[in-house]
Every structure is written in C-alpha cells, then in structure tokens.
T-cell receptor
C-alpha cells in the first residue's frame, strides 16, 4: 500500500529565505505527483503536477522535482513571502486514487 | 475556470441526525471524491465515483454512504451522525489528461456533530 511522508511537519522561516519541502513515497509505480497548497479552513489548490516521466516543473517562484526511482519529491520555494504561509501537501497517483501526505505547515515571518 | 462548490462551509448537527453534504462541479468530470481531513491524520478517502450511479469505497467508508444521480453532483450522506464524524469534509473532481490526472478541490465543509 502506498504511503506518503512529508518532512518536516512544520517549518518557520524569515521572509526572503529560500526553502525546500520534502515528500517521500514507498511505491515508485506512480503516474504523477502533485503538490497542493491549503490555507487554514479552506480547500486545496493545485500548485504543480509532475508526470512520472518528468524530472521537474516550475511555476513562478516554485520548483518541484521528482526522483521516482528513489521515491522522493521536493518543492523549492524561492524568496519566501508571508503570503506563502500555508500547509503544503503532496499526493501521488498510482493505480488507486490520490494518496496524500499529511502536509508541511509553513510559516514565513515578516 | 474549474469550479467545485460545496453546499455549506460550516454545519452543526446533533448526534443521530441524518446529514447530507452536497458537492457540485461544472467541469463535466466523470470522477468525484469525498475526503475527510483531521489534524494529524491528513486527508483520508471516504468514497469515490467513476460515473453516474457508480461508487467505490475508499479507505474509511464506515458510517457514510454516497449518491451520484447526476454527473455534476456527488452527495455524501451520514446516516446517523456521531461525534467522531466531526471533521473537515472536502469534495474533489478529477480531470484525466495525457498521463496527467489533476484533482480539483472544493472549499470544504466543516462539520461539527454535537
């Protein structure tokens, strides 16, 4: 059964820092991996989707990488801003519906 | 723009009540999902549906049922609400692409069962 782990569970950084969020998964037979953002009390917003054949995807200050063979993905946030404060979740898609990690709660301090 | 709406943002019910949570999408997606989200447990799949009138159990279906009479609407039903069903409920749809399925989420319903 696929398991997705996100480390750390919480992270606090000063504004302007570059940071990396980690996601690992146990079964490398995936079709794609998706990163989501969730603001408190709200639904999930899709940030980036990486297909299994891709190594990375970029959107603005966000860059997500995927190493399928090692079961790892990272989300890199450049020049963090207070507005980036949220919970970030990764999810993998295999033969079953998406399997989610528990998320990393990010706080960017002004 | 993709749109997934849920009937209520906040709901308070009493133990034993029958509760309906509605989800509507305007994207003509075949796949729809209901999750619950709890602190420390993350998102857990309750039920999903691949087509009208079709449903599949997720990881935690006990105490829940679903209804998909029309493609755009997927309802989650708590037959007899209990306090351990207090949670945030999230509905999602799935767009199938060329090897890249993307999920879209509604804003969530925070249900409190007293």
């Amino acid at each position: 059964k696929q398991e997705v782990t996100q480390i750390p569970a919480a992270l606090s950084v000063p504004e302007g820092e570059n940071l990396v969020l980690n996601c690992s998964f146990t079964d490398s037979a995936i079709y794609n991996l998706q990163w989501f953002r969730q603001d408190p009390g709200k639904g999930l917003t899709s940030l980036l989707l990486i297909q299994s054949s891709q190594r990375e995807q970029t959107s603005g200050r966000l860059n997500a990488s995927l190493d399928k063979s090692s079961g790892r993905s990272t989300l890199y946030i450049a020049a963090s801003q207070p507005g980036d404060s949220a919970t970030y979740l990764c999810a993998v898609k295999g033969n079953t519906p998406l399997v989610f990690g528990k998320g990393t709660r990010l706080s960017v301090i002004a | 723009d993709v749109k997934v709406t849920q009937s209520s943002r906040y709901l308070v019910k009493r133990t034993g009540e029958k509760v309906f949570l509605e989800c509507v999408q305007d994207m003509d997606h075949e796949n729809m999902f209901w999750y619950r989200q709890d602190p420390g447990l993350g998102l857990r799949l309750i039920y999903f549906s691949y087509d009208v009138k079709m449903k599949e159990k997720g990881d935690i279906p006990e105490g829940y049922s679903v209804s998909r009479e029309k493609k755009e609407r997927f309802s989650l039903i708590l037959e007899s609400a209990s306090t351990n069903q207090t949670s945030m409920y999230l509905c999602a749809t799935l767009r199938r692409g060329l090897g890249a399925d993307t999920q879209y989420f509604g804003p969530g319903t925070r249900l409190t069962v007293l």
